[in-house]
């Protein structure tokens, strides 16, 4: 049986988590923790768990973490960096949906993030868990630092293209469009449905968090430094990332799509989670709504010799807590779909 | 293994049927039919299915249907009553989600399907299949009437006070709230994302199907011929129904909401898919999007001396296909639950 | 020229005021006052005005006010009944959106509204600004209440049933729908979108704040006290109400769905903004949405012998911002459509 | 008094025109027809209308079209090419909100529309109707080509970089996101509430027909043949286009955020319905719905040395009906924004 616990799961990865998790047999959630919720019903918080999930909301508490074998981490940034090294100490796996141990460099995650990190040991042993990248090193790690929800989406479409040299890796753009749930369950005005539905813009077009993470992803692909225009977009839905990638071909490189679309089948031909489509076929995120898929298409655009890449993702599953449990189950060693099979819920 | 065959499952109480039954490993799904889709593969028209269902739709062959211990028919009225008798000679069991066998009544349902009815004999011999009042026929039925979207909310809403003989059944009022999947994948105007998004309406005021088929479960709860207000409404969501139920109480009698909530609790207590909730908690749809459970709460209303009932569910799960395998479950004496353990999405 | 100031318009209300207000000839707009927002340009924070209105919010200030000929109150309650008696006195003309002038029995608004009522003599004096009843009284008053969204669309429902003694004023049900904008614009998690959308659900079953103000004006028109059940949902939209209406016919009286058209033809034949619909016809809260319209059907249901009314408005307008500038039209004399003539638009 | 009429007023763009048009009091509606809503009053099949205009649709009759002065064609494309001529004969002007007359290479067009193009001397004499590029030749025109919805945002977005020659205008891209009325009012599935809300996914990654007219436009502007890379994306929303366009600098160049700001508030400067954003500001569609304004802001990535502007209009309005008035006002010789200042409806 594997003892779970987590920490901070009022919000939206927190619900996943216990969506993916409360179902399974050889899972045991031990302890749930909220300082503000404690004493409270996880049930009552999250009605869709009623019947699912006995537990109460607990705070924090050392002990009750230290008996688990896994921890998730769901809450905000600076959280983990400043209580994990006890429960790793205690030999407890740590599995963090933050960023807190996402981006090696830490001047540059001090950058973005506009606090001192407390814990650059911990980033330095920390494995980026994106199983289709590092998952011999997940399997024996101690501390996994969960990818970002449009870091998935966006290096799962351009690994193939920088992993085989085929793209100009610096005018590389990433235009994403994310649903209102990639906002956190926070009362914000912007995040309202009379502020948010029936609209789309985009945002942190002078910076956005990930663009350092993705940055760290594409350049370990590519071998070398990577330039990238990233513009995400916030989409009045409530759920799915779809990441709409143009990469410039290599000066002296000719690419048929006959070529790439066999370069995206060989790469994930082997990988449970994600779904490389036909040649015609597009993505849509409500086919991969409450599932772990991310569904690629690959095409070219002959007219600016630019190859186009779509790639779809549940940014709560795939994105966030459903990558979190595939690397629980790569550290456990079993089955790395048990638990993740869920059909995504259409229309 | 329990085998199964689908008829007509190229919409949504087809989908819902097929990612229900697809991932139990005590169900082989033998055949899916769709005249008009003959030999394209279920997941092309339903991507949430890729890697789930493996299988084509095919042209409805008596024989492929016959191999199969069940059938279901997510077929619009009609095509049941002028097929299923063949396979019942046959020895299949026929669970229709169609509104063919369900009012006991064969020239009320000709009035209200302005078509004769082929097989009245196979409405006779048909089990109505809300398992909350019919379990024990449901067990050896041949032949089941999946009940109607509206007829499951709004009957698990009145029966406690039906047959606790509480209210004056001649003014039952529902006023029932449907997204807009209740009607189902169909090319129509009305039904467009432009047409029925952001807006609340009314419709079949002046009289609506589903109205004959309630009164005849109300009135059996009841002991007595019943006089309903049936107002649905379309409401721009996808799934979910709530009932808005008024019952004015009977006179004579008095009641208090202590009194109303025990008979409530009494009467589902050991129902696995009714949710009668706690006095001051109030049912949401989103609490039961793609979960198949049916939650309640019970208030009185002093002023007018009535009682308020609320019924949530999906519309699409409880209101149609989860109900369809619940039933099956029975139908195959085990665990009702079965496959339909389901946590709602949220958010 | 008519000048004009709006106290506290930084919310729903408040951009409505202006949206209808701004493109006027005949009015000046002269302050728009959030303490908040002081000096920040009103079309920074409601983009939709950039180039329509050219004020900053500026702080409360008696003089600007009370350089106004009229002041709209677009404030949450407890405000307008602290500070207006000093507009007021200095002649300056009140419109009151929110609640506080809305009810006449003091004691009763002290206990809806939790707080001592600071001027019981203004709510005396107070108008209540439902042209369809208090036209005579709105041309010279002094302060006007507007009245609130459920409300208006209630009360325009069911007069016409009450004034004719038709119905058992006993047992009247309003079952109402609004969007969400109704909430204001609050930063509060259960109108975030993600919480929000995709659902249905009722909420202040156990009592709303409305109901005392809805019950003042039916017994008003019934000329005898009324019990009335009252259940509010929020229906996952931005703009719109649909009260459906519910009124049994009083004993020994019988109707006929003609004599109904007919009643309901006439009561609203000369109101511009009230539009009974012709049998068979139903009201869709979209075909009012920006519009000042309340749209009404009528119908009968013979099988409980209830009268069923259907109200379609746009809460924001009719029920809110609209209303109260056909308040400031009639007070001034001028065509009581002046400003309001706005199509809805659809889709 | 401007007499017009309007062919195929049955649509989106249909309704739209006559939202704007019904109010103008120097313009006369004349005859709005419908081949199969012949006899039918406009106001029934667009309830929004009621009270604001009295026509029925009438059959396409020419002495009736002929007696206007402007006659306006809603339809689907070849209705115009084949009919208009007898219409300008008779010295009506004539303006096509469909694509028959957009493109000035027929060849092309018949490749794109898989027709062959009957009228290409109407083609010749037709004159593109983007004011901000043809405003003079607007003025006289007697046949006017209303662009495309996607070609107006991409266009007024690219116009100010590609007339300057500051970017490379071989590799351009438009990741375009439009709201579902761009499909029309059409009864096809992949339209339905539940097909299209709550996701978002490209499609016409093959072509759009929407490509050769944006590169017309560029190239016109460029002076020299373009590359463009046009993704359009389905979003889960009404009305809208948000065109986000990504623009390498021209090798050689360097450009500031300070030069490209001072160029786009320059170039738009004095246009009524282009509205540039300061720096750090970024447009929203909901902010321009129901309007005729297109809203921009421009950005500069200098980690790719790429330009990214953004545009936003509402799809139905400066993308189609509002543009197509503001040709008619053009060609009256009246104020170009009469009957066109409609604060956008926000929330």
Known sequence: MIKVGIIGATGYTGVELLRLLAPRKDVELKVVTSREMQGKAVSSHFPNLRGHVDLEFSAPDTNDLEACDFVFYATPHTVAMNTAAELLEKGVRVIDLSADFRIKDVALWEKWYKTPHTSPELVEMAVYGLPEVNREAIRDAQLIAVPGCYPTAVQLGMLPL?????????????????????????????????????????????????????CQGLANAAGEKVGLTFIPHLTPMVRGILATLYAPVRTGISVTIEQLQSIFDDRYAKEPFVDVLAQGELPATRDVKGSNKCTISVTYSAETDTVVVL??????????????????NIMCGIDETSGLETIALLP
Chains 1, 2, 3, 4 share one sequence.
């Not at 209102?180 to 985009?202: N, P, Q």
């Open 162 to 214: 920088l992993e085989n040299g085929l793209v100009d890796s610096t005018r590389l753009i990433a235009d994403a469009k994310s649903g209102v749930s990639g906002a956190g369950r926070k009362a914000v005005e912007d995040y309202l449905l009379c502020e948010a539905t029936e609209s789309i813009r985009a945002y942190g077009v002078a910076g956005h968090r990930h663009h350092p993470e993705i």
């Open 311 to 328: 790639a779809a993702e549940d940014n709560l599953v795939k994105g966030a807590s459903g990558q979190a449990i595939q690397n629980l």
